[in-house]
T-cell receptor, first 112, second 114 residues
Framework: GQQVMQIPQYQHVQEGEDFTTYCNSS?????IQWYKQRPGGHPVFLIQLVKSGEVKKQKRLTFQFGEAKKNSSLHITATQTTDVGTYFCAGPGSSNTGKLIFGQGTTLQVKP | KAGVTQTPRYLIKTRGQQVTLSCSPI?????VSWYQQTPGQGLQFLFE???????NKGNFPGRFSGRQFSNSRSEMNVSTLELGDSALYLC?????????????FGSGTRLTVV
């Protein structure tokens, strides 16, 4: 079945270092979404990418959607302790109606 | 505006019992989805409702069911609870009827089955 894989599973960085998580889908996606879940919290929508090769920025966060629309990445520049949490990518299921297939997530720890 | 509200926040049930969880979406949102989150399996799609109709169902046994009311509020029910059903159950709502605008998640219901 359709799968979305994310690496790495965990990442520990020193505050100020950069961080990148990668997402790969077994199928071509119409769009990809990114969510952040703080420890003890719930997923919070960050962004959606739709176009092949699309790059979007939110302050220190840069999101990319691959040319083949099967992979994506999230890059954080100069991490801060507030960036701690688990970052999930998610793509729509084959029916494209309300079903999201989530990656396993990358948990980011930032040492001050 | 109010976010997605899930009740109760925490629940402890015994094996074999049944449970009903409630979700009130953001006002105006007609699409409601349910997810199960566990450390081992991550976020797994349960089902999705739009205008009181179940449009999609994940790979969960028939013990898991749900419904949506005319005011878009949704409930999910799990019958004959098993230890493995212990999880965080998340409800998410969306404005549009198709994936593409992002989902707003509730705080979840933490279900523990003993």
């Amino acid at each position: 079945g359709q799968q979305v894989m994310q690496i790495p599973q965990y990442q520990h960085v020193q505050e100020g270092e950069d961080f990148t998580t990668y997402c790969n889908s077994s199928t071509t996606l119409s769009n990809i979404q990114w969510y952040k879940q703080r420890p003890g919290g719930h997923p919070v929508f960050l962004i959606q990418l739709v176009k092949s090769g699309e790059v979007k920025k939110q302050k220190r966060l840069t999101f990319q959607f691959g040319e083949a629309k099967k992979n994506s990445s999230l890059h954080i520049t100069a991490t801060q302790t507030t960036d701690v949490g688990t970052y999930f990518c998610a793509g729509p299921g084959s029916s494209n109606t309300g079903k999201l297939i989530f990656g396993q997530g990358t948990t980011l720890q930032v040492k001050p | 505006k109010a976010g997605v509200t899930q009740t109760p926040r925490y629940l402890i049930k015994t094996r074999g019992q049944q449970v009903t969880l409630s979700c009130s979406p953001i006002s105006g949102h007609r699409s409601v989805s349910w997810y199960q989150q566990t450390p081992g399996q991550g976020l797994q799609f349960l089902f999705e409702y739009f205008s009181e109709t179940q449009r999609n169902k994940g790979n969960f046994p028939g013990r898991f069911s749900g419904r949506q009311f005319s005011n878009s509020r949704s409930e999910m029910n799990v019958s004959t609870l098993e230890l493995g059903d212990s999880a965080l159950y998340l409800c998410a709502s969306s404005l549009t009827d198709r994936v593409g605008s992002g989902y707003t998640f509730g705080s979840g219901t933490r279900l523990t089955v003993v």
